[in-house]
């Protein structure tokens, strides 16, 4: 599924990423850990095209293509999904029209028929079910006035929507209540379970691998992968600090 | 009750003079008055070149709604000018789309006469290119207008580096119980936002139209006849840049 090789990359002439690999096949939750500054973020934005994330080395391999050498609109087409960990705010631009010009946008590269407005809106309301998110909220403008909770929520009703076959997210526990927490990990569950899909998830802590259970969890420290484990890695790291552990 | 003088020393040049000096004599504006309680709705598309005035005088408890666009080449300014009595309503909506070397200008000019009015101006300028948008937004408050509730919320946005906005918001205000609330905002689209979109699969063209769009609609929201403004606005964002 995905392949990163040696990946190196800086953020305003300041390296991050320093010699980072890692390999996920289908099927497969990896959670990637680590302390504030170890460039976790850095390697989310990376994978996803960011300019200003510039790749001074390595390679990405994502279902047999270079990522690397597509644009981020297209790394999102080929079925890369980022979730990010401060969803921006669109003033103007309602989720529904924002989320239906993106599912087509893609279908569109993929060589795909465009959904008509009708099968496009039951996509959207059986997601937002999922998420248990009120369906009048994707009526209103990209995030506007949503709180932390609610925009991390509906970063999963895109992801549920756009169906992709890897979602790299980002801290997307953060900002979230007990409940909400359960329900976001049982909709990355339902959307990311499946032989043909896998999920890099990114966070600091342990309690959103309480309901998404990875195969491996790997520490992140100084840019590069410093140990690589099962669940328990997490729950060691939990227990005695990053310093310890890595 | 003391009235305080008052004298306006700046100046606002708002174009090449040689530019202008085909335009005069100008066209004499059009005025209307709107009757008490009465309500009038003007939508204004000023394309191309040349000055547009409308001089509105809205009585007790009238309202109106004026939208305007203002897209084309060269120098297009249009002027619009309402004076409220008691309880009047006042609403503007205007947009002007500047692309290759034009300069386009929209004048508003508001004044509270009367207790109690409201007025409401919300301006959208896209320049692109070499183009520039100028945009003067007066408010006058008068003595004894107690009551007033203004509103004006100017924004730019710059799509190209040679591109120029001028926004000058003017309030001058002459009663003491009153809310003016005014905003002047000059930017480029938030590259944040254009990623955001790109990592959901939109290409770069359609994220920056639907980020400029929804920019636009909101000088349209409300009207009538938004539909055919935000239809005729597309159309002309369509030959900027």
Redesign the interface.
């Known amino acids: 599924m995905l392949t990163i090789t040696d990946l190196h990359a800086t953020v305003a002439e300041k390296p991050i990423l320093k010699g980072l690999s890692l390999a996920i096949k289908p099927g497969e939750i990896h959670a990637i850990m680590g302390p504030n500054g170890a460039g976790k973020s850095t390697l989310g934005y990376t994978l996803g095209g960011r300019p200003g994330y510039e790749v001074t080395g390595g390679a990405v391999n994502f279902m047999g293509q270079d990522l690397l050498a597509l644009e981020p609109h297209e790394r999102a087409a080929a079925g890369l999904f980022l979730g990010f960990q401060y969803p921006v705010e669109i003033p103007g631009v309602s989720f529904v029209q924002f989320l239906r010009e993106a599912a087509n946008a893609q279908r569109k590269c993929r060589g795909e028929e465009p959904l008509s407005g009708g099968e496009f809106l039951k996509l959207a309301r059986e997601k937002a079910a999922l998420l248990k998110m009120d369906m009048e909220m994707l009526k209103r403008p990209v995030n506007v006035g949503f709180s932390g909770g609610e925009k991390k929520r509906a970063e999963m009703v895109q992801m549920g929507i756009l169906n992709p076959g890897l979602a790299v997210l980002d801290e997307t526990d953060s900002g979230l209540d007990i409940d909400a927490l359960r329900v976001v990990g049982e909709g990355i569950n339902a959307i990311m379970r499946a032989p043909d899909k896998s999920v890099l998830l990114i966070t600091h802590y342990q309690r959103l691998l309480d309901y998404v259970k990875p195969d491996f969890v790997h520490v992140l420290a100084g840019g590069r992968i410093v140990r690589s484990g099962g669940p328990e890695l997490a729950l060691e790291l939990e227990d005695q600090g990053y310093e310890a552990v890595a | 009750m003391t009235q305080l003088a008052r004298r306006l020393v700046e100046d606002w040049r708002y174009a090449d003079q040689a530019a202008l000096a085909t335009l005069w004599p100008l066209p004499a504006p059009e005025r209307v008055v709107v009757a008490p309680g009465e309500h009038f709705t003007r939508a204004l598309v000023h394309e191309g070149e040349g000055v547009v005035q409308l001089e509105l005088e809205l009585g007790e408890g009238a309202t109106a709604d004026v939208r305007v666009l203002s897209i084309g080449a060269g120098y297009g300014r249009v002027e619009v000018s309402a004076t409220l009595a008691a309880r009047a309503d006042f609403t503007l909506g205007a947009v002007q789309l500047c692309g290759g070397t034009a300069a386009r200008e929209v004048v508003a000019s508001v004044t509270h006469a009367g207790r109690d009015a409201a007025s409401h101006q919300v301006v959208r300028s896209i320049a692109a290119g070499r183009s520039s948008a100028s945009v003067l937004g007066r408010i006058v408050v008068q003595p004894g207008a107690d009551g007033t509730d203004a509103e004006q919320a100017i924004r730019a946005l710059l799509l190209d580096r040679g591109a120029v906005v001028n926004a000058r918001p003017e309030l001058e205000i002459h009663a003491d119980d009153v809310k003016c609330a005014h905003g002047c905002a000059v930017g480029e689209l ?4 254009l ?10 063209a ?2 920056r139209a ?2 400029v ?3 636009i ?2 000088a349209f929201v409300g009207s009538e006849l938004e539909e055919q403004l935000m239809a005729a606005a597309l159309a002309a964002l369509g030959g900027l840049a």
Do not use: T
Request: no cysteine; hydrophobic share 55%; proline share 4%.
């Open positions: 938030d590259e944040g936002a990623f955001y979109m790109a990592a959901r699969g939109l290409d770069p359609v994220a639907l980020m769009q929804a920019f609609a909101e």
